[in-house]
């Protein structure tokens, strides 16, 4: 029985644009949801355990939708070139370590204490071509009690030697993949078909993806639109397409099922209305496009025109696992777009950047995000530093500095759909 009642000092938001808190909150979760938010704590409910957080921040817990598990270890390097440059140099031979158990049992292991010790709740993940190393990170994700997506991803040309398969290796590997993962019967650890990127799957593939997303009731996973070469690429393999989303649907791979297109920076130009399929979410990942020079996403623009929107660490592209740095940073490229390119989309605030981070990603995992009654019991309580300003701030402030300050190392406690992971 998952009863409890967390005091402390609650934020979360109220709408897409506005933060609601409330100072010494009671919130109260039964069989591991959320039953509400009270100023005073009804009778029926003094029964269940209290956690008392008093003075503390306590917020919803973080979904990131676009991360890649094999480049943690090399996060912060080989910066100074563009997508399919760092790919091919630095990425694809990083990635193909992963086929030695001694390598990716402990850069996985690495990977998930990041992700436990963090704000994020839920995650969406590339794993690499093999089959093995994926599993392991699953089981690895499954047992830290955060709730994630993995992906075996898919490669069959445009791609090294030694980081490739056949056509029917892949294939056959991705069947094989998805009955281990039936067999392993894991609760908080799902997978997600990923084919990396059109350029790197033939349509044959590609069509097979599709075909187990759509008969297994798989989500998707895949790169859109990020890089104006990538776009160009896809124009040259693909000419039948209107457009590199075209690509995906006509290849059975565009909203079947939940899907998330990472970046998105330039499909506003060619790809909005497919952009609106109810199943499709947009991975805003404002520090990886910076760092490889892509561009700037029209992330208020999506958020406004009512299209699934999360955010996305991104790492290796990007440079931390941190989501309140993805927060902030999605609040600065806003800012840098409106001023340099489009005024008329308007300024990604940082409400509207807290509920991309919570409850828009949160979307993808269910009812999540929130404290609304019904979702999943999932935040993060909060330590802050400098007790001299911190008195003098109302509870929003708080939670915007914290963000600012990204002090990971400083969540304190975390509790992920009614289970107290520490």
Known sequence: ??????KGDLAWSKSKSELQSLKDGY???????????FDKLDEKYRSFELLDYS?????PGFYDLHT????????????????????NNYTFPEESHFKSEEFYSKAYDDFTSEIAKSATVGVVAFATIHREATLYLMKALEKSGVLSYVGKVNMDRNSPDYYIETTEESIKETER????????????????????????????????LGRFAKEGGYPVQSHLSENMSEIGWVQELCPESSSYADAYKNRGLWGETKTIMAHCVWSRIKEDDLLRNPNLYVAHCPDSNTNLYSGI???KYYLDSGINIGLGSDVAGGSSLSLFRAI??????????????DQDDGILSFPEAFYIATEGGGSFFGNAG??????????????????????????????????????????RHKMVKGKLLY
């Open 1 to 6: 029985m998952n009863d409890f009642v967390v």
């Open 27 to 37: 919130l109260v979760i039964e069989n591991g949801k959320i039953v509400g938010v």
């Open 55 to 59: 003075g503390k921040l306590i917020i």
């Open 68 to 87: 890649h598990a094999p480049q943690n270890h090399f996060k912060g390097l080989f910066m100074d070139y563009q997508l399919l440059d760092w790919l």
């Open 177 to 208: 993949w998805l009955e281990d993962c039936k067999k392993l019967d894991l609760k908080l650890s799902k997978p997600i078909i990923t084919p990396r990127f059109i350029p790197s799957v033939t349509d044959h593939l590609a069509r097979e």
């Open 297 to 299: 996403a029209p992330s």
């Open 328 to 341: 902030t940073d999605a609040v600065k490229a806003s800012k840098l777009r409106y001023r340099m390119f």
């Open 370 to 411: 929130s404290f609304k009654k019904g979702f999943d019991a999932s935040f993060v309580v909060l330590e802050e530093e400098n007790a001299l300003i911190v008195p003098r701030l109302t509870i929003s402030e708080r939670v915007e500095r914290y963000a600012y300050m990204s002090p990971e190392k400083s969540v």
